[in-house]
């Protein structure tokens, strides 16, 4: 059977660092509370120049450059992102352009911070489906261009970043010995809708609006429902926790990420942390983890790696692929 087989990776930040010291500066909020609440140190946070796009195309770049391919190899870019430069066109085709690539198809996902899960798995149906070979599949966000930054219990929490791979379509045994996308979970439900969202849009109020989040309802369903898709995941595909080398959750919250392995047996040095470098960057944050842990040496050829995220919506779902 066809497989979708990660080809390449690659990340991009802007320059800009911000400290939780330099947040005690904008908002009544101490590094001693967001360090104890989030496990975030640091996020990045785009300047004049840097978009959504411009940092989306620095990690296609990367991701290209080490899968040995150019843009001239792809059939299909796939960008997930709320914070697109542009209502439209999607920022997925301003990429293509930038990266000169004039064939195939480009186009944008929408799922907060579960839209890298979203967008892989379209990806991997894509491949599968025999309608592409090549997908670059990238996750880019400018989050701070919609927070209030008056709102300590929000602004403290996001930062901006770009990370990508490259999927390949790749013979495979149909066995969970195969290299690539072994199974996708989805899953939304839009009662929840107005415990994380932005108040604006074209359609309502005209304006692009600000984040707006109960971060404590929002707390209480993350760690169910992200066992709800690694469970799946394991279903599916007749694996367990054990068999897994590496965990790679959405970076949100120290805390979420360590209580959702906790309840799975998953063994917190299996876990790929990265939330106290970028805070949380939404659909850019696993591919920015996977970029971090497969740079280090950490994730390998060969490695069962689970991705799990949950976002506004809400939206959750994971991937279970061999690296």
């Not at 967008?119 to 880019?140: E, F, S």
């Not at 926790?241 to 970076?251: G, R, S, Y």
């Not at 470098?277 to 994730?299: K, Q």
Request: hydrophobic share 45%; proline share 2%.
């Amino acid at each position: 059977m066809i497989r979708s087989v990660v080809r390449g990776f690659g990340a991009s930040l802007p320059k800009r660092v911000m400290t939780n010291s330099e947040m005690e500066e904008k908002v009544d909020t101490s590094d001693e509370w967001i360090v104890q609440r989030t496990g975030i140190r640091q996020r990045h946070i785009a300047g004049e120049g840097e978009t959504t796009a411009s940092l989306g195309e620095a990690a296609a770049r990367a991701a290209l450059d080490k899968a040995g391919l150019t843009a001239a190899d792809l059939d299909v870019i796939i960008v997930a992102t709320s914070t697109p430069d542009n209502t439209f066109p999607a920022t997925a085709v301003n990429i293509q352009n930038r990266l000169g690539m004039h064939h195939g198809a480009a186009f944008d996902v929408q799922a907060v911070c579960s839209g890298f899960i979203y967008a892989v798995a379209t990806a991997d149906a894509y491949i599968r489906g025999g309608l592409a070979r090549r997908v670059l599949v990238i996750g880019a966000e400018t989050f701070s261009r919609i927070l209030d930054w008056n709102d300590r219990t929000t602004c403290v929490l996001f930062g901006d970043g770009a990370g990508a791979i490259v999927l390949e379509a790749q013979e495979g045994s149909g066995t969970t010995a195969d290299r690539g996308v072994l199974t996708a979970q989805l899953r939304s439900d839009g009662a929840h809708k107005e415990k994380l969202y932005v108040d604006g849009g074209p359609s309502t109020t005209g304006t692009v609006g600000h984040l707006r989040m109960e971060g404590r309802e929002v707390f209480k369903h993350a760690v169910g429902m992200i066992t709800d898709v690694i469970e799946a995941a394991f279903d599916a595909t007749g694996t367990t926790a054990e068999d897994l080398d590496w965990l790679v959750p959405h970076q949100a919250n120290r805390r979420i990420i360590d209580g959702s392995a906790r309840k799975l047996g998953i063994p917190l040095d299996k876990v790929v942390v990265t939330v106290d470098l970028h805070g949380n960057t939404s659909a850019a944050s696993i591919p920015l983890a996977l970029n971090v842990a497969a740079s280090d040496g950490r994730i390998k050829q060969g490695d069962l790696v689970l991705l799990e995220a949950m976002g506004g919506g809400f939206t959750w779902g994971s991937i279970l692929l061999r690296w």
